[in-house]
């Protein structure tokens, strides 16, 4: 099985050209925003695009919950697929896609770019920003199975083959989703911030939080944390356990993809008496 990478900003057109690269490289399945599309049918997933929140949209594309990612892992082990096009904003995002469903690496990346103009970027950024519009790779009658009480307009594409007079008529779906009505959503560095002192708060042989630093650009981050832990806690080890449940928190959360997290112990504390009991070191 090969997994190939089609790479872009969000907005800049991948989904409206994703039906015709899968027929180009042969692709059997396309994997985007939660979904699986074989030859235009959505055959499994759910679509991000269903979600109340940009946040909740994020997470569904990721297949962080294990249900929805158990159910594509199943589908695609029962159809033995040679090839699958797996969208994503970035190579990092589609490399995290592989990984949560056990798919192997993309063998290869394709950018936006190699397939649109900087003119056809900008108008689909227009149609994404200023109208709210995401088209699926899929036929209106299947999206709205999907998408129930969504804006839906149809779109065709057709796809020539060697032979101009042969080609191939698809079907695709301009949707509105619920959040697109929202607005623009950003996360502060705050706010991320305070998701980190609330895990270190609350973490088992950790007395506190010291300082925390917060680098993040373009959905991804890196993450500079101190603590102090108490006497007795082997450091490596809650290092480590602090870095995968901070990360776990932050991905699931906010979406975010986070790149880098350095700890460093800045104090050691012995335990309180608690009434009662004597605290041995």
Not at 35 to 40: A, D, I, P, T, Y
Not at 54 to 80: E, M, N, P, R
Not at 108 to 116: F, Q, V, Y
Not at 162 to 188: C, D, H, M
């Amino acid at each position: 099985m090969e997994t190939i990478a089609f790479a872009g900003p969000s907005g800049s057109g991948k989904s409206h050209r994703a039906l015709a690269l899968a027929s180009d490289i042969k692709a059997d399945l396309i994997i985007d925003d939660g979904l699986v599309v074989q030859s235009g049918r959505i055959i499994e997933g759910i679509s991000a695009k269903n979600q109340a929140t940009k946040v909740g949209a994020i997470k569904t594309a990721l297949f962080t919950d294990q249900q929805h990612k158990q159910s594509v892992i199943d589908t695609i082990t029962a159809l033995h697929p040679e090839r699958i096009l797996i969208l994503g904003t970035s190579a990092a995002m589609v490399e995290k896609i592989t990984g949560r469903l056990a798919l192997p690496k993309p063998i290869k990346i394709i950018n936006i770019e190699d397939l649109s103009s900087a003119e056809e970027i900008k108008i689909a950024k227009y149609f994404r920003n200023h109208l709210g519009k995401h088209v699926v790779p899929a036929p209106s009658v299947e999206v709205e199975k999907n998408l129930p009480n969504t804006l839906v307009e149809k779109l065709q594409v057709i796809l020539h083959g060697p032979n101009s007079a042969k080609q191939k008529i698809y079907e695709q779906t301009v949707v509105r989703p619920t959040f697109s009505y929202l607005g623009k959503i950003t996360i502060s560095d705050k706010a991320l911030y305070d998701m980190i002192k609330w895990v270190l708060t609350n973490f088992p042989g950790v007395k506190g939080p010291g300082k925390i630093q917060v680098y993040s650009e373009q959905g991804n981050t890196i993450l500079f944390i101190q603590y102090a832990a108490f006497y007795g806690q082997n450091l490596p080890i809650l290092s480590r356990k602090i870095q995968v449940k901070v990360k776990e928190v932050i991905e699931n959360h906010t979406g975010f993809n986070v790149l880098a997290i350095d700890v460093l112990v800045t104090g050691i504390a012995k335990k309180k008496k608690e009434q009662g009991q004597r605290i041995q070191d």
